[in-house]
């Protein structure tokens, strides 16, 4: 059940771990199902990076707001750009990362045909008609909505941008908005870590791009 969004940026006493993320991979098989499920929409502008990097991020959120449903958020963050996989894929580029892209009709249609794939995959596992019609709340408009409708939505949306500030995340996406590292590692500063809704998605946030500058050497290769 989606719990009400609550007063941003959402609060949390519990310690945030904010070591490298590749030391805290996403737990557990139960997920691998709805994986192998989507594995072809994965192929898909990186997806297969983006997704369980994305989700690794969810987990490590939902243990420190444990009023959130983790299912939830989980499958949410699995799922919610596969539907990449079924746009054409000559305009993910062209229209998804230039301009004002996160307008762009590429940008509604990933979102709606990423309904259609937890509609299509998440009965047949076994997963109850409200919780498919939650997963679809958050996944439409999880790029173009301005407002996050719940907990679950406020950390899946954290957990999409938390990718990009690992090092593969900066790798991925400066290419895609045809950046180089260090000004896309400036962008991340000013208006990725401003979106971020929770406490501790901004603690994540901070620590992980100041090691990734260190890593990329971002001060001299400018
Ligand atoms: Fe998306
Ligand atoms: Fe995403």
Same mark, same amino acid.
């Given at each position: 059940m989606p719990q009400p969004l609550p007063p941003?940026?959402?609060?949390?006493?519990l310690p945030v771990d904010t070591s490298p993320i590749s030391l805290t991979?996403? &737990? $557990?098989?139960?997920l691998d199902p709805i994986w192998r499920s989507v594995e072809r929409e994965t192929r898909t502008r990186e997806n297969d990076i983006h997704l369980p990097i994305s989700l690794a991020y969810a987990e490590r959120l939902c243990s420190v707001y444990p009023q959130a449903d983790p299912l939830l958020v989980r499958v949410s963050v699995l799922l919610h750009d596969t539907g990449w996989g079924r746009v054409?894929? &000559?305009r993910i580029i062209s229209? $998804?990362? &230039? $301009?004002?892209w996160r307008k762009a009709a590429i940008r509604f249609e990933h979102e709606k045909q990423g309904c259609i794939i937890a509609r299509e995959v998440l009965p047949p596992l076994g997963y109850s008609e409200q919780f498919v019609d939650d997963v679809c709340d958050i996944i439409? $408009?999880?790029?173009?909505?301005?407002?996050?409708? &719940?907990l679950e939505d406020a950390l899946m949306r954290d957990a999409d941008r938390l990718w990009r500030f690992d090092h593969a995340g900066i790798a991925l996406a400066a290419d895609w908005f045809g950046m180089h590292p260090a000004p896309y590692a400036d962008r991340l500063a000013e208006e990725i870590i401003p979106e971020l809704l929770s406490q501790a998605a901004i603690e994540i946030a901070t620590t992980e791009l100041a090691r990734s500058n260190a890593l990329l050497k971002t001060e001299v290769l400018r």
């Open positions: 941003l940026p959402i609060a949390t006493d991979p996403a &737990s $557990g098989v139960d054409d894929e &000559s229209e $998804g990362f &230039s $301009g004002d439409d $408009g999880h790029d173009t909505r301005r407002e996050a409708y &719940s």
